[in-house]
C-alpha cells in the first residue's frame, strides 16, 4: 500500500525519558513534516525537511530533534520527556513545500506519566 | 501571523440536508487552501485543494469556494450523509500549512 506510516501508534512512558517515532513514506515525495495535535485538538507544524534538508523549524524545544536519513524517512527523537510533551503527533509528506498531495499518517499518540 | 478561524465548532444535522463550513483567515497572501477531514483516531484526509488563482474545487458531494481577497472559503457538503460525520479542517498555504480548529459535524440517521 502506498502510504505513511509511522510507529508506534501508541507509546506510553515516564517523565524523563528518550523516545523516538519512525516516519516512513513510499510516495515518491521529497518533502515530510512532523505536526503536533494537542488535548484541544489544535494541530501545529513542528519540522519540515525537503530533500533530507530541514526547511521548517518552529519554535519546538531542542528536545525534540527530528532526523531525516533520506527523504523517505523522517523521525522524531524526544528527549527528557515532560507531560506536556503528551499528544498525538502526525507525520506527513507532499510532493514539494507547495503542499499539492499532501498526506498524513495515522498518528502516534504519545503519553507521558 | 496567519490565524485561521472555523465556524462553527460544531455541527449536528439529520442526514440528506445542505450544509456549509466556514473558514476564515487573517493572512490573505497564500499559494493555496486545503480542506482535508479527520476521523477519530485517525490521520488527516486531504479532500479538497484550491490554489490562490482559483475560486472552487469540487470532488463529488464537495464543493470548496475561496475568496483569498477577503480571507474566506466554505465547504459545502451536499445530501449529507452519516458518514461524512468527522472533523474537517481547513489550512491555508503560505510558506506551511496552518490549521484552524476544525468543525466536528455529526450526521444523524
Known amino acids: 500500500d502506498t502510504a505513511v506510516s509511522q510507529t508506534p501508534k501508541y507509546l506510553v512512558t515516564q517523565m524523563g525519558n528518550d523516545k523516538s517515532i519512525k516516519c516512513e513514506q513510499n510516495?515518491?515525495?521529497?518533502?515530510m513534516y512532523w505536526y503536533k495535535q494537542d488535548s484541544k485538538k489544535f494541530l501545529k507544524i513542528m519540522f519540515s525537511y525537503n530533500n533530507k534538508e530541514l526547511i521548517i523549524n518552529e519554535t519546538v524545544p531542542n528536545r525534540f530533534s527530528p532526523k531525516s536519513p533520506d527523504k523517505a524517512h523522517l523521525n522524531l527523537h524526544i528527549n527528557s520527556l515532560e507531560l506536556g510533551d503528551s499528544a498525538v503527533y502526525f507525520c506527513?509528506?507532499?510532493?514539494?513545500?507547495?503542499?499539492?498531495?499532501?498526506?498524513f499518517g495515522s498518528g502516534t499518540r504519545l503519553t507521558v506519566v | 501571523k496567519q490565524e485561521v478561524t472555523q465556524i462553527p465548532a460544531a455541527l449536528s444535522v439529520p442526514e440528506g440536508e445542505n450544509l456549509v463550513l466556514n473558514c476564515s483567515f487573517t493572512d490573505s497572501a497564500i499559494y493555496n487552501l486545503q480542506w482535508f477531514r479527520q476521523d477519530p483516531g485517525k490521520g488527516l484526509t486531504s479532500l479538497l485543494l484550491i490554489q490562490s488563482s482559483q475560486r472552487e474545487q469540487t470532488s463529488g458531494r464537495l464543493n470548496a469556494s475561496l475568496d483569498k481577497s477577503s480571507g474566506r472559503s466554505t465547504l459545502y457538503i451536499a445530501a449529507s450523509q452519516p458518514g461524512d460525520s468527522a472533523t474537517y479542517l481547513c489550512a491555508p498555504k503560505a510558506g506551511k500549512l496552518i490549521f484552524g480548529q476544525g468543525t466536528t459535524l455529526q450526521v444523524k440517521p
Open positions: 510516495l515518491g515525495h521529497d518533502t
Open positions: 506527513a509528506s507532499s510532493q514539494g513545500s507547495g503542499g499539492v498531495g499532501y498526506t
